[in-house]
């Protein structure tokens, strides 16, 4: 196991809360076994943090078998990282699903380990992101330590047997043309990513986009689906059928995807704000329409 110590806090719920207006993390379990994330509103983090600080919406660190669902995260704005959701290091078997994530500074979701951790971690294995949509994510529109960084999708450092499957990334028009449009960044933190499957995702670019692999190994990808202009494409096939559906269904009823994405959301009242969430029976069926 990752955990720590023999004390950790098993079975731990997190559930209807909003943070809101909070510029750094907003949900971070630690040294837990089997906590259940569902149902949180992250929303509108202010951009006061210095440069040096890294923050995320959702995401655990040394714990094992978290499942995080039906949350929303918008509008994040830490000067690093600022995805809506991460799978951090010295975990376990993380599940993050039916998430709804747009107009973050980050990307949708972030992968990470320290390849520098020392002993007491053990990296982060078996990480499962599934049935998640992110619209207008990564607008980050100034510097980071890196120069200007913002992919939809992060993986940093050696995480292992990572599945990315059956999710929707909706890149919209950038807000200057100095933003990163880079789909899926997977670099170094101190080592590269191996053993990562991509199975079954839409990515869609609304502007010429790119991929960026550098080092990392023994990536597999799966029947994906690119709609708009890439560079470095993992996969070249085209598959018309699925890019018809998708202009039928999404792009027709609206170009940046709001509208026409939201018919596979629900949303209930939290706290008196409205939590958008993804409705797994209608986000299987999308897919089992193309695939």
């Given at each position: 196991?990752?955990?720590?110590?023999?004390?950790?806090?098993?079975?731990?719920?997190?559930?209807?809360?909003?943070?809101?207006?909070?510029?750094?993390?907003?949900?971070?379990?630690?040294?837990?076994?089997?906590?259940?994330?569902?149902?949180?509103?992250?929303?509108?983090?202010?951009?006061?943090?210095?440069?040096?600080?890294?923050?995320?919406?959702?995401?655990?660190?040394?714990?094992?078998?978290?499942?995080?669902?039906?949350?929303?995260?918008?509008?994040?704005?830490?000067?690093?990282?600022?995805?809506?959701?991460?799978?951090?290091?010295?975990?376990?078997?993380?599940?993050?699903?039916?998430?709804?994530?747009?107009?973050?500074?980050?990307?949708?979701?972030?992968?990470?380990?320290?390849?520098?951790?020392?002993?007491?971690?053990?990296?982060?294995?078996?990480?499962?992101?599934?049935?998640?949509?992110?619209?207008?994510?990564?607008?980050?529109?100034?510097?980071t330590r890196q120069g200007m960084f913002s992919p939809s999708i992060h993986i940093a450092g050696?995480?292992?047997?990572?599945?990315?499957?059956?999710?929707?990334?909706?890149?919209?028009?950038?807000?200057?043309?100095?933003?990163?449009?880079?789909?899926?960044?997977?670099?170094?933190?101190?080592?590269?990513?191996?053993?990562?499957?991509?199975?079954?995702?839409?990515?869609?670019?609304?502007?010429?986009?790119?991929?960026?692999?550098?080092?990392?190994?023994?990536?597999?990808?799966?029947e994906n689906i690119y709609i708009g202009q890439f560079k470095n494409l993992p996969e070249s096939p085209k598959n018309k059928k699925?890019?018809?559906?998708?202009?039928?269904?999404?792009?027709?009823?609206?170009?940046?995807?709001?509208?026409?994405?939201?018919?596979?959301?629900?949303?209930?009242?939290?706290?008196?704000?409205?939590?958008?969430?993804?409705?797994?029976?209608?986000?299987?069926?999308?897919?089992?329409?193309?695939?």
């Amino acid at each position: 196991m990752c955990i720590l110590s023999d004390a950790y806090n098993k079975h731990t719920i997190v559930r209807n809360n909003v943070i809101e207006k909070v510029p750094g993390d907003g949900i971070v379990p630690i040294g837990c076994d089997s906590t259940l994330i569902e149902y949180n509103l992250m929303c509108d983090s202010p951009d006061i943090l210095p440069m040096t600080e890294a923050a995320a919406g959702i995401w655990p660190w040394s714990c094992d078998n978290t499942v995080i669902q039906y949350n929303e995260v918008w509008g994040h704005k830490a000067p690093w990282d600022a995805q809506g959701f991460d799978s951090d290091y010295n975990c376990q078997n993380t599940l993050i699903q039916y998430n709804y994530s747009h107009d973050n500074y980050g990307g949708m979701v972030l992968i990470c380990n320290s390849g520098n951790a020392g002993n007491y971690s053990c990296g982060n294995i078996g990480s499962i992101i599934r049935y998640n949509i992110s619209i207008g994510d990564g607008i980050r529109p100034k510097e980071t330590r890196q120069g200007m960084f913002s992919p939809s999708i992060h993986i940093a450092g050696p995480v292992k047997q990572t599945l990315v499957e059956r999710n929707i990334i909706h890149a919209n028009p950038k807000p200057s043309d100095a933003v990163d449009r880079t789909m899926i960044t997977s670099d170094s933190w101190d080592g590269y990513a191996d053993n990562t499957c991509f199975r079954q995702n839409i990515y869609y670019a609304a502007e010429p986009s790119r991929f960026d692999f550098t080092s990392s190994t023994r990536n597999a990808f799966e029947e994906n689906i690119y709609i708009g202009q890439f560079k470095n494409l993992p996969e070249s096939p085209k598959n018309k059928k699925a890019e018809n559906f998708y202009t039928e269904k999404v792009l027709k009823e609206s170009a940046d995807g709001y509208k026409g994405l939201r018919c596979l959301m629900d949303s209930i009242k939290v706290k008196e704000h409205t939590l958008h969430y993804i409705k797994p029976e209608a986000i299987k069926t999308f897919f089992q329409s193309i695939f």
